[in-house]
């Protein structure tokens, strides 16, 4: 007999995977297809990090490592925390994981207990509000606007606090919003916090080297905050690594060794040779994947001069990742033909149906009046899918 978990139906399938694999199939059927839903930069692993892989292969890094990773890479990883940050975090206080996404996980499980709230300020990646009803906690989403590009205010935190919040997840640069927090911005949400010392902060920092203001600002180096916040990172996007699964944490002690005993009864530690990998990243100045931010860049301003002349998409201008997030509420109600457009989750349905542009709906993210564009792409995909979108939306009436 048939008998599906009940955790299993509440979860929803990812988004952006589920547009990728319909993406996919439109493909194999013979559409020319401009998928803009991944969140993957199109450009290869530089070659000194596959040349450090190589070495660790040859080394024989291929046994079981520690559960938390290699002391070498964790210590690399802890400089970098010093040089880039200005945070110390010692080995100790080091966890690496498959990915980001199961450093996340790891937290989720170590720390929510069931019926505990999780404050995700709207747009929010996909997988923190499923990652929470895993470990049993409750997503409580911050809605937030376009208008004040997607940021938290200190007023909305303080009115979404209750006595069942335990934990605040957000990213900056953020995924789908490109968003990116000041450090200003994070001094005054840290006063709110502070009033409720219970609260634990999640600052997803993995789009750390695609900030077009610069220096990343970390909440965890806020006066007050650093004994509460747990900072995740990772080599997916910064350099073009997805593939090699390695994602890490800077914590209180304790929450590391929580984070360790977690992961070692699900998958011990990541890859040898990821890690050795991440190491040589870790390790290299940033300006040697500077020519990744400096293309997204001159991509970002692309796609938002285009989109910009399409009346009805309300467009800002992000500062980071590599999305863009516009909101197309001006469209919902609206008819292409006998369809009526009920939300974004129908215009990027259309859109894809009939100028096969694969794009992801907002709902996804927490924020139902937006889709996300992935800009992760070549300029003359990103030309041509502007174009597409604004023959679609011309039909709409």
């Known amino acids: 007999m048939r008998k599906e978990s009940s955790l299993l139906t509440r979860l929803s399938e990812s988004a952006t995977l589920a547009m990728a694999r319909i993406s996919r199939e439109l493909k194999e059927a013979g559409h020319d297809v401009i998928s803009l839903s991944l969140g993957e930069p199109d450009f290869d692993t530089p070659d000194f990090i596959k040349a450090a892989a190589n070495r660790a292969i040859a080394e024989n890094y291929t046994h079981y490592p520690p559960v938390n990773g290699y002391a070498e890479v964790r210590e690399a990883i802890s400089r970098k925390f010093k040089r880039d940050n200005n945070l110390d975090y010692s080995p100790?206080?080091?966890?690496?994981?498959?990915?980001?996404?199961?450093?996340?996980?790891?937290?989720?499980?170590?720390?929510?207990?069931?019926?505990?709230?999780?404050?995700?300020?709207?747009?929010?990646?996909?997988?923190?509000?499923?990652?929470?009803?895993?470990?049993?906690?409750?997503?409580?989403?911050?809605?937030?606007?376009?208008?004040?590009?997607?940021?938290?205010?200190?007023?909305?935190?303080?009115?979404?606090?209750?006595?069942?919040?335990?934990?605040?997840?957000?990213?900056?640069?953020?995924?789908?919003?490109?968003?990116?927090?000041?450090?200003?911005?994070?001094?005054?949400?840290?006063?709110?916090?502070?009033?409720?010392?219970?609260?634990?902060?999640?600052?997803?920092?993995?789009?750390?080297?695609?900030?077009?203001?610069?220096?990343?600002?970390?909440?965890?180096?806020?006066d007050g905050m650093y004994d509460r916040t747990i900072t995740v990172n990772g080599v997916s996007k910064g350099f073009a690594m997805t593939g090699w699964r390695l994602g890490y944490i800077g914590a209180p002690e304790w929450i590391a060794i929580a984070c360790s005993k977690i992961q070692g009864q699900f998958t011990s530690a990541p890859c040898g040779i990821s890690q050795m990998a991440a190491k040589a990243a870790v390790e290299a100045d940033s300006d040697s994947v500077a020519y990744m931010k400096e293309a997204f860049l001159k991509r970002r301003d692309l796609v938002v001069d285009g989109l910009s002349k399409i009346q009805d998409l309300k467009v800002n201008v992000p500062k980071g990742a590599f999305y863009i997030f516009p909101d197309c509420s001006k469209y919902f109600g609206r008819k292409a033909g006998d369809r009526v457009i009920k939300d974004a989750t129908d215009l990027c349905s259309y859109i894809l149906e009939t100028e096969y542009v694969a794009l992801v709906t907002g709902d996804a993210f927490g924020d139902p009046n937006c889709f996300r564009i992935s800009y992760a792409a070549s300029e003359a995909e990103l030309n041509e899918a502007i174009k597409r979108i604004a023959r679609a939306l011309e039909k709409i009436q």
């Open 92 to 222: 100790e206080q080091i966890v690496l994981s498959t990915g980001a996404k199961q450093s996340l996980a790891n937290l989720a499980l170590a720390l929510v207990n069931p019926g505990e709230e999780v404050l995700l300020p709207a747009p929010y990646w996909v997988s923190y509000s499923e990652i929470v009803k895993v470990a049993g906690g409750v997503p409580k989403v911050i809605p937030t606007t376009i208008e004040h590009d997607f940021k938290l205010t200190p007023d909305q935190l303080e009115a979404a606090i209750t006595d069942r919040t335990r934990m605040m997840i957000y990213s900056s640069p953020c995924n789908p919003s490109g968003s990116v927090y000041s450090q200003a911005e994070l001094e005054a949400i840290a006063v709110v916090l502070k009033k409720h010392p219970g609260i634990i902060v999640v600052s997803d920092e993995i789009y750390e080297l695609i900030n077009f203001e610069g220096q990343n600002a970390s909440m965890a180096s806020v």
